[in-house]
């Protein structure tokens, strides 16, 4: 058989294995048929509208789009986004704002919640670490009606909206703030309004995944000092016990020397039983 008859035949078969595979991975679900979705080119911050030179159509890997997105960007060109987008995620539903509510950071409200601002002289901010989309305790230190000083959370897990006036931060690159903005239910935000009238406020960051919520009688002055005497430090209340008052006469301590042995009773020193 000619070389040139060879060749021909093994660059059909070629052609042919060539044309198996690519129908192969395309029926594997592959982007070349796998269905469209609509997803964020560039950071969209919340509260922000979504506009057509953010938004782009990929073909979704798999048969199955994610629950609640979108295939054209005709329907969501103008939607307000609740939370933040990052480049390549899908725009969902469930991360926009309802079709007829304006920007701003009123569109990133849960329905019900309430945003109130305290600034940072009234509130420290957990060294900058308290971050738009952190959750955190709120904590007022403060004096009772015997003007005698405590401490209660007050607030459990409330969610951050906003530090100074960015609803995004760089978790990265904590920084200190004008003013934290906290979202809270009525009731909560009259809490946080009372507390800090009475006195200071702090914030404890915690796990968002923690949803844990605390019941707390609060921490006063003396319960830190009767912890502090049960775990074996100084106790500043406590009298002085007739052991250790001046004037008492103290156990015996002996000391072998060459001379025999010797006693400490207090401040006197003896040989033996001379004391």
Same mark, same amino acid.
């Given at each position: 058989m000619k070389p040139s008859v060879l060749i021909s035949i093994a660059l059909l078969i070629g052609a042919v294995a060539v044309f198996l595979v690519a129908r192969w991975v395309g029926v594997g679900g592959t982007s070349k048929t796998g269905p469209r979705v609509v997803v964020a080119t560039s950071v969209v911050d919340a509260g922000m509208p979504l506009a057509t030179n953010n938004l782009r159509v990929l073909q979704w890997p798999g048969q199955t789009a994610p629950q609640g997105g979108f295939d054209s960007p005709e329907k969501v060109v103008g939607r307000v986004t609740r939370q933040s987008l990052v480049p390549g995620e899908p725009i969902l539903e469930s991360r926009l704002a309802p079709v007829d509510v304006k920007g701003g950071l009123s569109a990133t409200l849960e329905p019900? %919640? @309430?945003?109130? #601002?305290? @600034? *940072?002289?009234? *509130?420290?901010g957990v060294a900058g670490f308290a $971050?738009?989309?952190?959750? *955190?305790?709120? $904590? *007022?230190?403060? =004096?009772?009606? =015997?003007n005698e000083p405590f401490s209660k959370i007050v607030l459990n897990r409330v %969610?951050?909206?906003?530090v100074a006036q960015e609803t995004a931060a760089d978790p990265a690159k904590p920084k200190v703030v004008n003013a934290v903005t906290l979202e809270l239910t009525p009731a909560e935000s009259e809490r946080l309004d009372l507390a800090r009238s009475v006195g200071s406020l702090s914030l404890a960051l915690r796990n968002e995944l923690d =949803?844990?919520? $605390? #019941?707390?009688?609060? #921490?006063r002055l003396d319960d830190l000092m009767h912890e502090t005497a049960r775990t074996g430090g100084p106790n500043l209340n406590a009298a002085a016990t007739p052991a250790t008052s001046m004037g008492a006469r103290a156990a015996p301590v002996a000391r072998q020397t060459p001379s025999g042995v010797e006693e400490y009773r207090g401040i006197q020193r003896g040989v033996g039983s001379e004391l």
């Open positions: 019900g %919640k @309430r945003a109130i #601002t305290v @600034r *940072v002289n009234d *509130v420290i $971050l738009p989309g952190s959750y *955190v305790d709120v $904590l *007022v230190s403060a =004096r009772d009606a =015997r %969610k951050v909206l906003a =949803r844990a919520q $605390l #019941t707390s009688a609060g #921490t």
